[in-house]
């Protein structure tokens, strides 16, 4: 990568822009002319590949990047299906701590390897900047008290030691690598409001410095909420990070473009979150999967920046790659509010306009697909139990909570919605009462059971340690978290969030003592617009004290339930929910007692939290009495867009960004006083259960290897639609009984101190243990188990045993492995270790329906065969029981340095074609390395 400009410049692009008395470099995009180009091509270009052209303008090398990627961009043609290949080189790469520990482990492993093959082991370094931002570790296990902050950040640096320790070697040891420490903010967040820069700058090394769009990728999927503020960037696997930077263009098809117009504005009770949840519908609805969304149009210039972020953000539940705004006075706007330099915010409007990036409301780019939204239109929504795009308009959340409750209940039972054995196990005085909502006497009788019929129902009576008793039933609000990048970001929602929760406190209302209240926000910028507005002890009262800066809930960091809840739940079975304001809430991800989750606005979390039920109408039912007795409706505690407006405008200062960000990387005084080892490699610690050196290099040889085709294959999972990287990839609690407990107790480390799959990224004999383990997969291969579990097919018997148990009796007979897949598989966060662990338990091939595009890109980049099954074909069209023995040929193909369209699979009699889908020349020198980190060590040994 060129850290300045272009060895060639073909067009004659580069010039100078002059801003405030200061002369930048900068390649202009209207040099691109000619050459069979129409009139006004460039012009008219989608705001996303203007970007991307300027890219390859300032790149162009004539090998890599040559004049005919660069008119071919410029001459795209909206309607055709993406073929051209294009080399795209990010500014910046940007880090969480759960993929990024992977990304430094990796980079110090392959320190050594350098070194071990004769090279200079500093060669092995960032050659773009790197930002990380801890913000994954931090688990909400303290909560409703004001201790809760400083407890849960205590309990996460005895938990992760050995990991900061770690970062702040690697924060040390490697140039243009920055680390946020904890208990600061969401990464996600903290880009937007601090190290996004919308125009970059860098020096050339000869005086000069060059002005250009700030691109990015990160290693998590919901790096698109930077798309907020006209930033092009998206997430990707940690592999891709790494090797981005190492100096790696990421390979890419110029993509479709999908033009989201929007007109009109939010009508009153309507949310950014309900905006959001609709437009994941809809282009979930449409097809979106591996296309770029822009959004245009009037409607643009009317919303505000953190509406956009947030939209942004959601982009991987579309299914997008980008859900992109254009740079536009609100940007400007934002910048400045969030403490960007005056001489900065000069350069984004003179550097926007010049190149023609500058938003026009009126203007119509070619784009290959259109879909357009009347914001009016937007009603108040959730999405869930499982699935980000299944929105649930709130005004019909209580007959889809009852629909969905037949899928995780056994309905063959009792259907009157009343049990009598419950009712005749307590007195008349303990009979059902909403009075006082349980909270303040110390034995009132409250209930979570429904007041009508109409679904299923398994009351259990909870008593909890300090006296209160209440009736715990299937739909029971148990976690109700203000929690995720998402919306934390979002001024609007939180104030709305804390405006519900002031109005329903003046009311005499309190939640539910059954539900689990947190408060996670992005920032502690919003900490301080809170206290400004005076709203915190409101929300305090209601239990939603601060637990962390992080992602806690969103990511299954919501520790464990009240503990009385909890058994109530195991004992009886119970489905209860988690109500969240997050961006994720597929099966098994947020708790593992929870099976039911939805997607909501902060103030409606605030709502549910007083509920305590989702078997209501929040329209309808009340939410509890007033200290009069009289009923309290949601409309009672409302705020309108007036209130909320009135609060933003007088409680959020520029001042607050300024002085919050002022020493970001400095950390707190633990983290300044973590002891950290020095030296240019990693010293690894041979007792280390958190960090330890990966095999992906061991006995690697200078020069790759031919590819061989692969014979005598079994099937280690045959799976069903919508196999998310959550499914396959390890996150949330180790469970004691799992591989990866047993390993950690065999390794000394006590039950309570297992910490989660993601804070022990680092360690891949723990993670090889709990790929496939997610307690929600279900195996065909072994039916009637669900989690972790598989056949022995080498067995005579063929017993259940543990996927990873499987695949060590698989690799010790040096039988290769297969997985076999429906529809989207691998959706879902950009989890790197879900290809790393398939990769380590033996895989090397997957065949599936279709793919979510980072899991593919991720499979090739550990050296895994990603295989589509013929079109309309599956495995059980064709007959495939997951038992057969496999064989792959025209694999070899590679080796003449083209890619196979097709390779012959053959099965035990069934036989087929299936599609290869390595998609660039770039991917194919991956795959021939046996991975995309072996490919970039040879290449930097040779240079």
């Given at each position: ?16 822009l002059d ?10 995009l209207?040099?691109?002319?000619g ?33 005919d ?35 430094v ?7 050594e ?32 008290t004001?201790?809760?902050?400083e ?5 996460e ?5 050995e990991r ?10 490697f140039?243009?690598?920055?680390v946020?420490p ?10 937007i ?34 798309n ?7 997430g990707?696997?940690?592999i891709?990070?790494?090797?981005a ?16 117009k ?26 979106v999967?591996?296309k770029f ?6 409607g ?31 940007t400007?706007?934002?910048?400045e ?16 306009k ?10 119509e ?15 108040p ?18 007959t889809s ?16 919605g ?8 307590f ?17 009132d009788?409250?209930s ?38 998402t919306?934390t ?52 009262k ?9 992602c ?30 997050g961006n ?20 409606l ?27 309290v409706?949601?409309?009672d ?15 959020i ?21 973590l002891e ?7 010293a ?5 259960t958190?960090?330890r050196k990966?095999p ?11 590819v ?6 079994r099937?280690?999972?045959k ?5 998310t ?20 107790a065999?390794?000394g ?6 910490n ?6 680092g ?5 090889i243990?709990?790929?496939?383990a ?15 579990f598989?056949v022995d ?16 009796k ?6 290769p ?48 065969l990603?295989l589509?099954y013929p079109?309309g074909q ?10 057969e ?7 070899t193909?590679?080796?003449?340095g ?13 036989e ?18 046996g ?6 060590l ?5 240079a």
């Amino acid at each position: 990568m060129s850290k300045a400009g272009s060895s060639q410049d073909s067009f004659g692009a580069k010039g100078t822009l002059d801003v405030d008395g200061k002369s930048y470099e900068i390649y202009r995009l209207d040099a691109v002319a000619g050459e069979g180009l129409p009139e006004g091509a460039v012009d008219s270009l989608p705001y996303s590949l203007k970007v991307l052209l300027e890219n390859l303008l300032r790149t162009e090398d004539g090998a890599n990047i040559t004049a005919d990627d660069i008119l071919a961009l410029a001459g795209w043609d909206a309607d055709a299906e993406p073929s051209k290949e294009i080399q795209f080189t990010p500014a910046r790469v940007i880090m969480q701590d759960f993929t990024g520990v992977p990304c430094v482990v990796d980079l110090a492993t392959m320190r050594e390897a350098m070194s071990e093959l004769g090279g200079d082991a500093t060669r092995i370094n960032p050659l773009a900047p790197a930002e990380m931002v801890i913000d994954h570790s931090v688990i909400a296990d303290v909560f409703g008290t004001p201790a809760a902050f400083e407890r849960n950040v205590e309990i996460e640096y005895e938990r992760n030691k050995e990991r900061y320790q770690f970062l702040r070697w690697g924060q040390g040891a490697f140039d243009d690598f920055k680390v946020v420490p904890p208990g600061t903010g969401i990464v996600h967040q903290v880009n937007i409001e601090h190290l996004a820069r919308t125009v970059f700058t860098r020096d050339s090394g000869d005086g000069t410095t060059v002005a250009y769009p700030d691109t990015c990728v990160g290693t998590d999927s919901h790096t698109t909420m930077v798309n907020g503020i006209g930033v092009v960037g998206w997430g990707v696997g940690g592999i891709e990070a790494e090797a981005a930077m190492l100096g790696q263009p990421v390979s890419m098809l110029i993509p479709r473009v999908v033009g989201f117009k929007l007109n009109g504005d939010l009508p009153e009770g309507a949310t950014a979150t309900d905006l959001v949840l609709t437009i994941t519908e809809m282009l979930r609805k449409h097809g979106v999967v591996g296309k770029f969304v822009e959004f245009y149009g009037p409607g643009v210039s009317a919303l505000p920046l953190a509406n956009r972020a947030t939209i942004g953000n959601m982009s991987p539940e579309f299914g997008s790659t980008i859900a992109v705004f254009p740079i536009d006075e609100e940007t400007t706007k934002y910048l400045e509010l969030t403490g960007r330099s005056e001489e900065q915010l000069k350069l984004v409007e003179a550097y926007a306009k010049e190149q023609g990036l500058w938003h026009d409301p009126t203007a119509e780019p070619r784009f290959s697909e259109k879909l357009e939204l009347d914001l009016a239109t937007v009603v108040p929504s959730l999405a869930g139990p499982k699935r980000p795009q299944d929105r649930v308009s709130l005004s019909e959340a209580k007959t889809s909570f009852r629909g969905a409750l037949a899928d995780y209940v056994d309905t063959s039972g009792d259907q009157d919605g009343y049990d009598e054995t419950v009712a005749e196990s307590f007195p008349a005085s303990d009979a059902p009462s909403h009075e006082g909502n349980g909270s303040e006497a110390p034995h009132d009788y409250v209930s979570a059971a429904p007041s009508d019929g109409g679904r299923p129902s398994n009351p259990a009576l909870v008593t909890l340690a300090d006296g209160r008793k209440f009736e715990l039933d299937h739909g029971a609000v148990a976690i109700a978290a203000i929690t995720s990048c998402t919306n934390t970001s979002n001024p609007s929602v939180m104030i709305g969030a804390a405006l519900v929760a002031k109005k329903a406190v003046e009311k005499g209302l309190t939640t539910k003592p059954w539900v689990k209240t947190t408060l996670a926000p992005g920032s502690k910028v919003v900490s301080d617009y809170y206290e400004r507005a005076g709203l915190t002890p409101y929300l305090d009262k209601l239990g939603f004290n601060l637990v962390g800066y992080g992602c806690t809930t969103c990511i299954g960091n919501s520790g464990p339930l009240i503990p009385e809840v909890s058994q109530a739940v195991n004992d009886n079975d119970l489905s209860v929910v988690s109500v969240l304001s997050g961006n994720r809430n597929f099966e098994g991800r947020i708790n593992p007692d929870v099976k039911m989750n939805y997607l909501a606005s902060p103030p409606l979390v605030v709502a549910y939290a007083l509920a305590g039920s989702m078997d209501l109408d929040l329209y309808a039912d009340p939410l509890g009495q007033d200290t009069d007795g009289n009923d309290v409706f949601m409309k009672d505690i409302w705020p309108t867009a007036a209130e909320v407006e009135e609060v933003i405008a007088h409680a959020i200062t520029s001042d607050m960004f300024t002085d919050d960000y002022a020493d970001v990387f400095a950390g707190d005084e633990r983290w300044q006083n973590l002891e950290t080892p020095s030296g240019d490699t990693f010293a690894w610690d041979s007792e280390s259960t958190y960090v330890r050196k990966p095999p992906y290099f061991d006995g690697m040889p200078e020069e790759p290897g031919p590819v061989v085709d692969i014979e005598g294959a079994r099937v280690l999972a045959k799976l069903g639609d919508s196999v998310t990287t959550d499914h396959i990839s390890p996150a949330g609690a180790i469970k004691k009984d799992s591989p990866a407990g047993k390993y950690l107790a065999e390794h000394g480390v006590s039950n309570r101190d297992f910490n989660s799959y993601g804070s022990r990224r680092g360690n891949h004999e723990v993670m090889i243990r709990g790929t496939f383990a997610n307690i929600r997969l279900r195996n065909q291969l072994a039916p009637g188990t669900e989690g972790g579990f598989t056949v022995d097919l080498t067995a005579e018997d063929k017993p259940v045993t543990t996927i990873f148990e499987a695949s060590e009796k698989y690799l010790a007979a040096g039988t290769p492995l297969v997985i076999l897949a429906g529809k989207e598989y691998g959706s879902g966060s950009s989890r790197d270790w879900a290809a790393k662990g398939t990769a380590l338990l033996g895989v090397k091939a997957v065949i599936a329906e279709s793919y979510e595009r980072i899991h593919r890109s991720n499979l090739i980049g550990m050296g895994v065969l990603p295989l589509q099954y013929p079109a309309g074909q599956s495995a059980e069209s064709l007959g495939l029981t997951g038992e057969e023995t496999f064989s792959f040929t025209g694999v070899t193909a590679l080796n003449d340095g083209t890619i196979p369209k097709t390779v012959h699979v053959s099965a035990d009699g069934v036989e087929f074609d299936a599609v290869v889908r390595i998609d660039t020349p770039g991917e194919a020198d991956y795959y021939r390395h046996g991975g995309i980190m072996q490919y970039v060590l040879r290449n930097l040994l040779k240079a």
